[in-house]
């Protein structure tokens, strides 16, 4: 192997070889498990910046190690090197160290950081597992590894009923989505022999037929596992409980790692979903639009800060679901992609800036016992106030650009009523402009609400660096040409950036008007309404004028219940008559039945051995005259 390929390996594998020694040597020695799995963090993001600056620009590049060889069928442990994965490489391990230094602070004092930073640390090899995988078989140890340690995360504090809970409801709703996943790659290694990316393209680009009538099948099944990681309607319903998690946790699932992973695999597989004949895309692009808007409005009722920042991120996941969608096969789904990456950014720091107020207010998230805090943590309101903007998508933020070209996508889209996607894409910017400026209002802005609003005082260094970090490629990331790079990987022109700050800016203007202006304009309305709606307000006014609706809002539309009714209804009844079946079908009248009549029949057979030679001598004799009977009557 080469230089950069021995540097793939050892991306791969150092937050492994973190994990185990901190889970070997370090569970109760908190201070050697952080400088393990930080350290191993940061060896990372040396590696993949090295790996980026040396392979940028050259061809794809793959290699694999042979893990199992039975017959004619040979599994491979590989690792692919292309634009896609060495820049998504970039986005998880940068976001990922950033949260671990802030984890250093944020579970200062836990008796349990040993496992913490474990955990953290085989997070972070499954999602480099998934982000360097050149075959699917390998990307789906790395998808199911991703779970297991998402579980323990979200469950650290197993001690709380309702992060016991969460854990729990996180992993069984991932694997509804994982079975059709798994189903979807049992289609294609039938259909095609191969779960290697490099031959499936190659073969399909030769003969787009090859998977005949299963094209579409492949696709929506493959999309399946999307609807668990990336949390999209109907199985989103995971996401907004996995904030039982700590703060950190919940940035590092819900920025640039798990729940982009989904996104990340349609755009790895775009080119078995954009086959002639599918109408995988046009589900995919309705699917992410209705979840964009559904979770959109779920937050604009939400006054658990946490719970906010979560139902924004099932939002803009769907944004990016949508972008996918809307790519059609004679485009490629760099908008998905470019708004992953700069959402990573901003999502991260939105989440670790909650982490620091829940911190200064001792552990409280109610944005309603807020307030005044922008005197009192000047740092985190800034940082949290860029990463806010960012998100509404106002320029010249890195969120303007990447959600302008979602929205030019889907205004240029071939899928039937483009209109409709378009303009439920422009309705969330309204939305989106709306809840964030009520969560930044509310939090920061008028009076303190309650004491501990009014003593807070800003967080140490170890918290606020990171934030300080994050919020330069919140700010900037726009400009520095994310999008020509993943143009390049799928191998579509696009305008080259080159015209410094202010041409970059007219030109996406220029580029689509109707997007950029309707989206901008959208978001303003949004955050006027709520600055006028909120503005020193002392409770929310708005959930009284909405009544029923805020409560359902409120309530997240009772789809919790909903499905817990369905489950009732469907899977419970199931389980039920299953129950029935085995304990008085099989157990009873099968299993046990046999072993009563064979027992039954042994008893009456041992009356008959008495041991008197008159009782048998009389026996023999009547066996001979039943022989004798049976051959007289034939």
């Known amino acids: 192997m080469s230089g950069p390929e021995q540097l793939a390996w050892g991306t791969l594998l150092l937050p492994l070889l973190a994990a185990a020694c901190v889970t070997l040597f370090a569970l109760r020695r908190p201070a050697m498990s952080a400088i393990l799995s930080i350290g191993a963090a940061s060896g990372v993001f040396v590696l993949s910046v090295g790996l980026f600056a040396s392979l940028h620009g050259a061809p794809p590049r793959e290699v694999a190690v042979t893990w199992l060889s039975v017959g004619g069928l040979e599994i491979e442990l590989g690792l692919r090197l292309d634009a896609l994965s060495l820049l998504m490489l970039l986005v998880v391990t940068g976001v990922s160290l950033t949260i671990h230094v802030f984890s250093l602070g944020y579970m200062r004092g836990d008796r349990s950081a040993g496992r913490y930073f474990a955990g953290l640390s085989l997070f972070l090899f499954a999602m480099l597992a998934i982000v360097l995988a050149n075959n699917f078989l390998f990307l789906f140890i790395g998808w199911e590894l991703v779970g297991v340690s998402s579980y323990l995360l979200i469950g650290f504090w197993y001690d709380r009923p309702a992060a016991a809970d969460a854990s729990k409801k996180a992993f069984l709703v991932n694997r509804l989505g994982d079975f059709g996943f798994f189903a979807g790659l049992l289609v294609v290694w039938t259909a095609m022999g191969t779960l290697d990316f490099g031959e499936l393209e190659g073969k399909l680009a030769a003969n787009p037929q090859s998977l005949g009538g299963l094209t579409s099948v492949a696709g929506l099944l493959i999309f399946c596992g999307v609807l668990g990681k990336s949390a999209q309607f109907p199985l ?353 009248a099968m299993v046990r039945g046999a072993h009563g009549a064979v027992s039954l029949a042994g008893r009456l057979l041992r009356l008959t051995q008495t041991g008197n030679p008159r009782t048998h001598a009389v026996l023999f004799a009547a066996g001979v005259a039943v022989v004798v009977l049976i051959v007289l009557v034939r």
């Open 236 to 588: 989103h319903v995971w996401l907004p409980d996995a904030m039982e998690g700590p703060t950190p946790v919940s940035a590092l699932i819900h920025a640039a790692t798990m729940v982009a992973a989904g996104v990340y695999l349609l755009c790895r597989v775009f080119f078995l979903l954009a086959l002639p004949g599918s109408i995988a895309l046009e589900v995919i692009a309705w699917v992410g639009a209705f979840t964009a808007l559904l979770a959109a409005l779920i937050s604009i009722q939400q006054n658990d800060i946490k719970r906010i920042l979560a139902y924004s991120t099932l939002s803009q996941l769907g944004y990016m679901v949508m972008a996918v969608g809307v790519s059609g096969a004679a485009r490629s789904p760099v908008p998905a992609m470019y708004h992953l990456t700069t959402h990573a950014c901003f999502k991260a720091l939105l989440f670790l800036g909650a982490g620091s107020v829940i911190v200064a207010l001792h552990h409280q998230q109610d944005i309603w016992r807020m307030g005044g805090l922008r005197r009192r943590m000047p740092l985190t309101f800034v940082t949290f106030l860029v990463a806010a903007l960012a998100l509404c998508g106002l320029p010249p933020f890195s969120g303007f650009f990447s959600k302008d070209a979602i929205l030019a996508a889907a205004l240029s889209a071939d899928v039937g009523g483009r209109s409709v996607l378009f303009g439920a894409g422009v309705l969330v910017a309204g939305l989106t402009g709306f809840y964030m400026t009520r969560l930044v209002v509310v939090v920061f802005g008028g009076a303190s609400r309650t004491q501990a609003a009014d003593h807070a005082r800003e967080s140490p260094w170890i918290l606020t660096v990171p934030l300080l970090v994050l919020a330069v490629p919140s700010a900037l990331s726009g400009f520095w040409g994310i999008d020509v790079a993943y143009a390049r990987q799928f191998g579509v022109s696009h305008p080259a950036d080159t015209g410094g700050i202010v041409a970059r800016l007219t030109g996406t203007f220029a580029h689509a008007p109707a997007a950029a202006f309707g989206g901008l304009a959208t978001a303003l309305v949004g955050i006027g309404a709520a600055a006028v709606c909120y503005w020193r307000a002392p409770q929310d006014g708005l959930s009284k004028w909405l009544g029923a609706v805020g409560r359902w809002m409120r309530d997240r539309f009772y789809i919790d219940e909903a499905q817990a009714a369905l489950n009732s209804w469907t899977q419970e009844r199931l389980a039920w008559l299953a129950d029935v079946i085995d304990r008085w079908v099989i157990g009873g």
